[in-house]
């Protein structure tokens, strides 16, 4: 089965007017561990730290489909003159050049550079911040798991977008710590290199580490691939039925209740 997510925090491409989705395989049911009932399973580690995605998985993407999609393309047709689908346009070819590979993608000062908007970033982002819209399960989640332990975010958007958005969303009070892909460690994906950095950072091991995201590669397998507990947030109920997968994140606290 197929899930469908949106990669990022950076420019989308758009075709006819319409977000360009990716779509991640489905992985094999893993083989249970013990299945012989004279063997006891093993205990998991107390965790220590729980780590979580951003976009889709804390806040909705109408901030970022509003961003890049709409108020860019606005600005760029204020600058050059043009008219807002001729502005659209040029913009989206320009996302399209750089692709989501390299981590300019993910850089608001990098398109306001490149596409001579000046250098008032932060004015538009301002100016969007009704459209940064957390998921309403977010704030008593982060509440109750914030008593039992450290909380951070591990994401692939900039530093500036992490904290202007948790900001807006007001959820930046519940984490110790945020983690950017790209503006931390120069990788434009969550790695298990990534993960493993983070968890240096934090002074902790893989095994006491948690994190939850709506991606099934690059929260999950990533992770889970270092030796971290991982969580796939299938918030559209794909019908994925593995034990790794929850659709919410209140089922995500009831799952790791005794953790």
Same mark, same amino acid.
């Given at each position: 089965?197929?899930?469908?997510?949106?990669?990022?925090?950076?420019?989308?491409?758009?075709?006819?007017?319409?977000?360009?989705?990716?779509?991640?395989?489905?992985?094999?049911?893993?083989?249970?561990?013990?299945?012989?009932? $004279?063997?006891?399973?093993?205990?998991?580690?107390?965790?220590?730290?729980?780590?979580?995605?951003?976009?889709?998985?804390?806040?909705?993407?109408?901030?970022?489909?509003? @961003? *890049?999609? !709409?108020?860019?393309?606005?600005? #760029?047709?204020?600058?050059?003159?043009? $008219?807002?689908? /001729?502005?659209?346009?040029?913009?989206?070819?320009?996302?399209?050049?750089?692709?989501?590979?390299?981590?300019?993608?993910?850089?608001?000062?990098? *398109?306001?550079?490149?596409?001579?908007?000046?250098?008032?970033?932060?004015?538009?982002?301002?100016?969007?911040?009704?459209?940064? %819209?957390?998921?309403?399960?977010?704030? #008593?989640? @982060?509440?109750?798991?914030?008593?039992?332990?450290?909380?951070?975010?591990? $994401?692939?958007?900039?530093? !500036?977008?992490?904290?202007?958005?948790?900001?807006?969303?007001?959820?930046?009070?519940?984490?110790?710590?945020?983690?950017?892909?790209?503006?931390?460690?120069?990788?434009?994906?969550?790695?298990?290199?990534?993960?493993?950095?983070?968890?240096?950072?934090?002074?902790? !091991?893989? /095994?006491?580490?948690?994190?939850?995201?709506?991606?099934?590669?690059?929260?999950?397998?990533?992770?889970?691939?270092?030796?971290?507990?991982?969580?796939?947030?299938? %918030?559209?109920?794909?019908?994925?039925?593995?034990?790794?997968?929850?659709?919410?994140?209140?089922?995500?606290?009831?799952?790791?209740?005794?953790?």
């Amino acid at each position: 089965m197929l899930g469908t997510v949106i990669l990022g925090i950076g420019p989308t491409r758009f075709a006819a007017m319409n977000l360009r989705l990716y779509y991640v395989k489905g992985v094999p049911d893993f083989v249970k561990i013990c299945p012989n009932r $004279s063997v006891p399973a093993m205990r998991m580690p107390s965790a220590e730290v729980v780590s979580f995605d951003m976009n889709g998985t804390l806040t909705q993407n109408h901030f970022v489909e509003a @961003l *890049w999609g !709409e108020a860019v393309p606005r600005l #760029y047709s204020q600058v050059r003159g043009l $008219s807002l689908e /001729e502005s659209k346009v040029e913009v989206y070819a320009e996302y399209d050049k750089v692709g989501e590979r390299r981590v300019e993608w993910y850089d608001i000062k990098y *398109w306001f550079r490149s596409l001579g908007l000046g250098d008032d970033w932060r004015a538009l982002l301002e100016s969007l911040q009704h459209h940064v %819209r957390p998921y309403s399960d977010a704030s #008593y989640v @982060l509440q109750q798991l914030g008593r039992r332990h450290r909380l951070v975010v591990t $994401s692939n958007a900039s530093a !500036e977008f992490i904290e202007f958005e948790l900001g807006a969303a007001r959820l930046r009070e519940y984490f110790d710590s945020v983690f950017s892909c790209t503006s931390d460690f120069g990788e434009v994906k969550k790695t298990p290199d990534v993960y493993s950095r983070v968890c240096s950072s934090l002074g902790v !091991e893989p /095994e006491h580490m948690i994190h939850i995201g709506d991606h099934l590669h690059f929260d999950y397998l990533a992770p889970q691939e270092l030796g971290i507990r991982a969580f796939y947030l299938d %918030r559209n109920a794909s019908g994925r039925t593995e034990d790794f997968v929850v659709r919410s994140l209140t089922e995500f606290l009831d799952r790791i209740a005794s953790v």
